[in-house]
Every structure is written in structure tokens, then in C-alpha cells.
């Protein structure tokens, strides 16, 4: 009887309970000689050269501590080296590459070979290496706008689970 059992677990189809998460495995190749520097504000710059990476995250992570949280997929940096970003004082990290405002989270910035990484502790109304960066008003209403999105994709997930 056992013996049965065993057989018939073993030849019916398995089913899961609940949602199973989606990991997506992707390669991508990591760059070399890139640059990197992380201006702090007080006047401490840090700078290291020769490193590699496939983002701009990875390529910070592998020379400071960075703390991050994150939105789905995507990384919000809140620290750097032990500095803090500081909604009192209006001041957050920002990167560059090759001179211009990073558009994208620092996770989906995918660097080449040769890249210029900074990365600046910077107010606001700070003027860039190239532009100058949004002001927090632009920043809240991302955020915002990026929770809300990710709330309307919570209903449909949970809607479609119903169905």
C-alpha cells in the first residue's frame, strides 16, 4: 500500500500553492578600467581607478559600502561610506557618468569600458558636472509616482490571482 502511494506522488503533477517568485537570470559582461569618484561634500574626495563592474551599483559596491533600498528592481541609493541622505538638509547622492546625470536608477546603468563614474553628496540646487540635478520637489514626485505604479501593479497581480 505504501509502495503505491510513493508511486502515485511520484507520477502525479505537482501543484503549488501561492505565488512562486520570478527570478530572471541575465549575464551581462562586466567593463574594466573604469574610474570612480565619490565626492562626500565636506571636502573628502575618494577616488579609485582600474575597477570593473556591469553597473554602476556593482561597481561602487566593490570599493565602499553603499546602503540601498529598493523599489521592485530598482535601487535607491541612501548611503555611501557611512554618509546619509538628509531630507533636513535636502541632500542626497547623484552619480554621473562620462559627464552626464545619471537617468536611471544606479543598478540599471550599465557601464562600459573606460567609464567615469561620480558620485556627489549634493543639495539640490547643486549644480552638476554637465546639468544641473532635479530639485526634491521633481524627486517627491517620483517617488510618488513610482508608488503608485508599483500599488496599481499590486492590484492587478492580486485581480489576476482572484480570476
Same mark, same amino acid.
Given at each position: 500500500?505504501?509502495?503505491?502511494?510513493?508511486?502515485?506522488?511520484?507520477? *502525479?503533477? *505537482?501543484?503549488?500553492?501561492?505565488?512562486?517568485?520570478?527570478?530572471?537570470?541575465? %549575464?551581462?559582461?562586466?567593463?574594466?578600467?573604469?574610474?570612480?569618484?565619490?565626492?562626500?561634500?565636506?571636502?573628502?574626495?575618494?577616488?579609485?581607478?582600474?575597477?570593473?563592474? *556591469?553597473?554602476?551599483?556593482?561597481?561602487?559596491?566593490?570599493?565602499?559600502?553603499?546602503?540601498? *533600498?529598493?523599489?521592485?528592481?530598482?535601487?535607491?541609493?541612501?548611503?555611501? +561610506?557611512?554618509?546619509?541622505?538628509?531630507?533636513?538638509?535636502?541632500?542626497?547622492?547623484?552619480?554621473?557618468?562620462?559627464?552626464?546625470?545619471?537617468?536611471? +536608477? +544606479?543598478?540599471?546603468?550599465?557601464?562600459?569600458?573606460?567609464?567615469?563614474?561620480?558620485?556627489?553628496?549634493?543639495?539640490?540646487?547643486?549644480?552638476?558636472? @554637465?546639468?544641473?540635478?532635479?530639485?526634491?520637489?521633481?524627486?517627491? @514626485?517620483?517617488?510618488?509616482?513610482?508608488?503608485?505604479?508599483?500599488?496599481?501593479?499590486?492590484?492587478? %497581480?492580486? +485581480?489576476?490571482?482572484?480570476?
Amino acid at each position: 500500500m505504501l509502495s503505491l502511494v510513493v508511486f502515485l506522488l511520484a507520477v *502525479s503533477p *505537482s501543484r503549488t500553492m501561492g505565488a512562486a517568485p520570478i527570478h530572471h537570470t541575465e %549575464f551581462i559582461a562586466s567593463a574594466t578600467n573604469i574610474s570612480l569618484q565619490v565626492d562626500i561634500g565636506n571636502g573628502t574626495v575618494l577616488n579609485h581607478q582600474g575597477l570593473t563592474g *556591469s553597473n554602476v551599483l556593482d561597481t561602487t559596491e566593490s570599493v565602499l559600502s553603499v546602503g540601498v *533600498s529598493w523599489y521592485g528592481n530598482l535601487a535607491f541609493v541612501e548611503s555611501i +561610506a557611512g554618509v546619509v541622505n538628509s531630507q533636513v538638509e535636502g541632500r542626497w547622492w547623484q552619480y554621473w557618468v562620462n559627464g552626464e546625470l545619471g537617468p536611471v +536608477a +544606479a543598478n540599471a546603468y550599465q557601464v562600459s569600458d573606460g567609464d567615469s563614474i561620480v558620485w556627489r553628496y549634493t543639495d539640490s540646487q547643486a549644480e552638476g558636472l @554637465e546639468e544641473k540635478g532635479p530639485d526634491s520637489t521633481q524627486l517627491y @514626485e517620483a517617488l510618488i509616482l513610482a508608488g503608485l505604479g508599483l500599488g496599481f501593479l499590486a492590484i492587478l %497581480f492580486v +485581480a489576476s490571482r482572484r480570476s
